[in-house]
């Protein structure tokens, strides 16, 4: 799996799939205040992608493909 809590912060990392979705929503649901971290991130899926645009959680980093979608994400 490609998503996991450490401390605060949710990660996601290298190609982060649709599996993903289920993990990240509950975590971003149990804690709205919880920072994603797409330092790592190399792809992601749409559902995760959709996940974030809807509960707009605060982000760090970037992902690294330039046509990921995450310039719709906020800041």
Not at 1 to 28: F, K, N, S, Y
């Amino acid at each position: 799996m490609t998503v996991r809590l450490e401390g605060h912060a949710i990660l996601l990392e290298g190609q982060c799939r649709v599996e993903d979705a289920e993990p990240l929503l509950g975590w971003l649901q149990a804690d709205r205040s919880r920072i994603v971290d797409l330092s790592a991130a190399e792809h992601l899926h749409a559902a995760v992608l959709q996940i974030l645009m809807a509960l707009k959680p605060s982000i760090r980093g970037r992902a690294r493909i330039p046509s990921s979608g995450t310039g719709l994400l906020p800041h």
